[in-house]
Every structure is written in C-alpha cells, then in structure tokens.
C-alpha cells in the first residue's frame, strides 16, 4: 500500500432502497496519487457506491472520512467542496451549450464589469483541450460533437476544477486508439500530482494497464481488494461473476443463406463515401474503424436516419429508398444505437413499454392494439433475454447498463427485425452479460437473422464476425475474413492514409 492517511474512506457502507439492498457493509479506501479500479457486474453495486461517495445518495447506515475526518454529505455541491468530482456515463454535459460554457459552468470568468469574460473562458479551455490533442472548438455547441468528443469534454470540465478525488465511471468506454492512450496520459499526470482516481471500467485488461489496486463488487458486496501485482484476469473474472467463466467469447458456426441486404456506392454528403458491401442471412458483418471513421454513421444511413444522396440500397431482394427509420423497420430492420439512453430507449417508461415499442413500430393502424397480448410478448421477451428486474412495470433508467441494453434488443425481436444494427452492443456492460449478448446474437443468426456489428473492442470484433469491413474517412478501406485478419491488419487500413503519411514521414 503506499504510504500515509486515506483522502477519502469509506466504512461499511449499507444503502437500501424501497425492496432491495444496493449496498452491504462496503469497505473502499482512496489514497493520493493512486489509481483505484472499480469493478463488478451490471447491479453489483459500483454506482450507488460512487453516488454516495460524491453526495448525489445519502447511506443508510457506515461513515466516510475525508482527511480523517467524519463527513456527511447532503448533496453533489457537498462532495465539490471537498474536492469530489465524478465523471459518469451519462454526461452531465448542456447539448445546445457550448464547449466552453460547459467547462466553465461552474466557475464561469468574469471581467472587472462582473460581466462574462469569452475571451478569457475560450482561451482556456482551449487550452485545456490541447492536453488531449483533438481539435475541438471551444466555440463548438455539445450537440454537434460525437459522443467521443463528448465524452473528452466532460473529462476536461472536471480536470478544470481543483479535483482531489476524480471518479471516473467507464471513462474509455467509447475511446479507441489515441483517444485511449491519451487519456492514460492524464490519467498518469494526474497519479503524479497526487490525485486519487477512482476507475470503473468493464475494460478488465484497462485494470492492469493503469490499475495500482482493485476492488470487486458483487452483489452489494466488498469480494476483494487487492494489489493489482497480486491478481491475474482469471481470478478477477471469477471473482466478479462468483464462479469460473470457461469462454469469454462465443460463436457458432452457421452456414449463410442469400444476400440479404446490398449496398452499392452508397454515398450520404459528409457522412458516408461510396460504399459498397453485401450481408447474407445469418451473416455477422463486423465494422472496424477508429472513432470517426463513419461506422455509426453507415448504420444510421441504412436505419433512414440520414438520406441517401447517391447510391442504391436493396433489402431482400427489392431496392429501396429509405425516406425514415419508420421505412427501414418496415423493410424489417432493428437498430441498437450506441447512445442507448438518448437514442435507444425511453428511460421514463417502464420495461414493459419500452418492449411494446418494438410490436408497435410495426403496425400500421397502432389503435387496433390487444393489450393483453402485447404485454404478455413484453413478458416472454424480456424472460428471453434474461433483464433482471424487480418487476415490467419497473422504469428503464433505474436499471444497469447491462440491462437497459438487454431492453432495447428486446424491442427489436418484438419488431421481428430479420436484420439488426448493432452499434457498440456491449459498451459498458459487464463480461458475464457479455456473454450472455454474444449467445444471443449467435440464436438469432441461427434463426436466420442477420447482423451488422460495430464495435471498438477488437478481440470481440474478431471473435464474432464472419467477415469484417474496415472503415476509414467514411470509407470502407479492407476486407478481410475474420479468422484470417489480425489485429495489426485491422489497424493498418483503420488509420486514415494522411495520417499514416504524416506520421512516416516524421
């Protein structure tokens, strides 16, 4: 352990909710300079503790010390004060804001005059922004950056305060590549000014990456804390899921069928370039690229999001002109989108409307609905897809992140989707409801469906697919079977040309 008083400790935390006990006599210190990975499954617990941690819930019962010394926290503004800053997976971030207005919300600069000093807040958050490299705006409005960018700017809001404890909830969950190594770059910055980092991630190779303890959480519960020197990826993974896990991946072998869907020179101004492939029935695609590179915006393209400037597009056999997404799930298309929270479910509504969303995109006269029946479909998909809850009527923004996204995969085998748009399927999801995700794709392609799969992680990308493209300046750039490419191939192609020069050349 390194040496001195814990900044932040917490005793035997317990926290109890109406019917459940999210927390039971939970132990977790934090020390200066010292990076402390969180880990666990969906529901093991890791929110609500962080949640107490900053302020945002009160515990029912156990102590926390800051310093040593006993404190209470009522309230977000609370854990501020005392240097507690977190950066969840749902930003807190202003979409028609600016990017500097969302830095500097907090401590906005103000002239002589009290008035709002733009000079000076652009200037330094752009000065901020440098640490990470990207060229970002200032003046850019939140709305308009990808959900990368996004996810840069709330790291950089909290770096500009004077943070003693950052708690960062699944930080890198959409940042492949540079965007990745930079932010292990400040993470390291920041161990040696002496902050103490709190790291959630369901990246398990991340822990030891940059990891100098770990504690596991499961069910509610303190499994282990350990230096990282002293664990192997084996025994985290039993630790977290309480039991051996033989595969981490799974995939079937599945003989195709026809061409299912065909794209030839699809091209959608600014987003999509000439692009060209075929997907076959009970075929995995899989899209390789760098954050950018047009893999979300191909998939929005052929859901009808974005109209097609050039190109055709055919859909079992028929071309097709998609004019919205109301076309392309009549055609027989689902869509899991990376932003599940904003874009693939409705976090007010219960689990059981959520599901009736899929039976009801479909119908074309959706007054003539038989209640009974469409709940009763809501009831034996989400049994299918295994979504722990306490009941249907339960409402989809308190459950985990594992199984909101088991609710939106729901809502489209209620739609009877025949092809599926997976974008970043299992970001932040846990590695035991992973697999269980991977076993679901497997029976639908088995039932003959078929899948486009987006996804940054690609061991995962490599293990599941059949054939996988990879994309580049909104470009597909490569082909390759999958059992026959490697990670270093997949990369090459994923590397815009320019920057490959650039880098050659210097």
Not at 21 to 34: C, M, N
């Amino acid at each position: 352990m390194r040496e001195g008083k814990p900044i932040l400790e917490m005793r035997q935390i317990t926290k109890s909710f109406p019917g459940v006990r999210a927390l039971k006599k939970v132990d977790l210190a934090l020390r200066a300079g010292e990076v402390h990975c969180l880990v666990g499954e969906n529901g093991a617990g890791k929110s609500t503790l962080i949640k107490i941690m900053t302020g945002a819930h009160s515990m029912s019962s156990g102590e926390m010390l800051v310093n040593g010394t006993p404190r209470e926290l009522n309230s977000p503004q609370d854990g501020r004060k005392l240097g507690i800053r977190a950066i969840y997976q749902e930003l807190d971030l202003l979409p028609t804001l600016s990017v500097a207005e969302n830095i500097f919300m907090e401590d906005v600069p103000k002239t002589k005059l009290g008035l709002v000093d733009w000079s000076t807040m652009n200037r330094r958050a752009g000065e901020l922004l440098g640490m990470f490299k990207v060229e970002i705006s200032p003046h850019s409005l939140i709305k308009d950056l990808t959900v990368a960018e996004q996810q840069i700017v709330a790291i950089v809001k909290a770096l500009s305060q004077d943070s003693k404890v950052l708690i960062m909830d699944e930080p890198s969950a959409v940042l492949t590549g540079s965007e990745l190594e930079r932010l292990f770059g400040i993470i390291e910055e920041l161990r040696k000014q002496g902050v103490a980092i709190v790291y959630i991630t369901h990246r398990l190779i991340e822990v030891f990456e940059i990891g100098d303890i770990v504690t596991v959480l499961r069910d509610g519960e303190n499994i282990v804390t350990e230096r990282i020197e002293a664990v192997t990826m084996e025994k985290l993974i039993q630790w977290m899921v309480g039991r051996e896990m033989d595969e981490q991946f799974y995939k079937e072998t599945v003989e195709l069928g026809d061409v299912v869907l065909e794209a030839k020179n699809l091209s959608v101004e600014g987003l999509v370039k000439d692009v060209t492939f075929q997907l076959r029935e009970g075929e995995i695609l899989g899209l390789a690229g760098l954050v950018g590179a047009g893999r979300t915006e191909l998939l929005k393209s052929l859901f009808g999001q974005y109209q097609v400037d050039s190109g055709s597009l055919t859909i079992f056999g028929e071309e097709s002109r998609l004019k919205s997404p109301r076309d392309a799930i009549a055609k027989g298309l689902g869509f899991v989108p990376e932003d599940r929270k904003n874009e693939g479910a409705v976090l007010c509504r219960s689990i059981e409307e959520n599901i009736s969303l899929g039976v009801l995109a479909k119908r074309k006269f959706k007054f003539l609905v038989h209640f009974p029946t469409l709940f009763k479909t809501a009831v034996e998909l989400a049994t299918y897809v295994k979504i722990r809850c306490h009941s249907l009527t339960q409402e989809v923004v308190t459950l985990s992140g594992g199984n909101q996204q088991k609710t939106v995969l729901a809502k489209w085998l209620a739609s009877e989707s025949k092809i599926l748009l997976l974008d970043e399927p299992t970001r932040g999801i846990d590695v035991g409801s992973k697999l269980e995700f991977y076993k679901f794709m497997a029976e639908l392609v088995r039932n003959k469906k078929s899948i486009i799969l987006v996804s940054s992680e690609l061991p995962e990308l490599m293990a599941l697919s059949d054939r996988i493209l990879v994309m580049s300046n909104s470009r597909i750039r490569k082909e390759f079977m999958a059992d026959e490419a490697t990670q270093e191939q997949i990369l090459e192609h994923a590397i815009p040309q320019e920057l490959r020069e650039s880098t050659s050349a210097s």
